[in-house]
């Protein structure tokens, strides 16, 4: 029902900027958490970003914080990672995902829909 899809991965050199773009089709409330998480390889998946589609509210990894600002295009139905100053430990594959507004945003379970990731390689 709901369909998430990732774009804009790549590689960039270290303190290079990336944008990463999530659209979301299919049955979306406009109450809905947004956010998003990332797996580097042996690693657990970890919280990135996140956003509210009513209010505004944003939230942070203290990793990111600084460096990486997240928005949306409620016409578009398209959430956004804006990704500056970017650190080879940035490297890892992003989901993009979606949770009930009542979510705790920071935890990958309160989540309901992924999309399949977009890769972000960061080099030295």
């Known amino acids: 029902q709901v369909q998430l899809v990732e774009s804009g991965g790549g590689l960039a050199q270290a303190g290079g900027s990336l944008r990463l773009s999530c659209a979301a089709s299919g049955r979306i409330f406009n109450n809905y958490v947004m956010g998003w998480f990332r797996q580097a390889p042996g690693k657990e998946r970890e919280f990135v970003a996140a956003?509210?589609?009513?209010?505004?509210?944003?939230y942070y990894a203290d990793s990111v914080k600084g460096r990486f600002t997240i928005s949306r295009d409620t016409a578009k139905n398209t959430v956004y990672l804006q990704m500056n100053i970017l650190k080879p430990e940035d490297t890892a594959v992003y989901y993009c995902?979606?949770?009930?507004?009542?979510?705790?945003?920071?935890?990958?379970?309160?989540?309901?829909?992924w999309g399949q990731g977009t890769q972000v390689t960061v080099s030295s």
């Open positions: 956003i509210r589609w009513i209010g505004f509210s944003t």
């Open positions: 995902a979606t949770g009930p507004y009542s979510a705790s945003v920071y935890y990958q379970t309160d989540y309901d829909y």
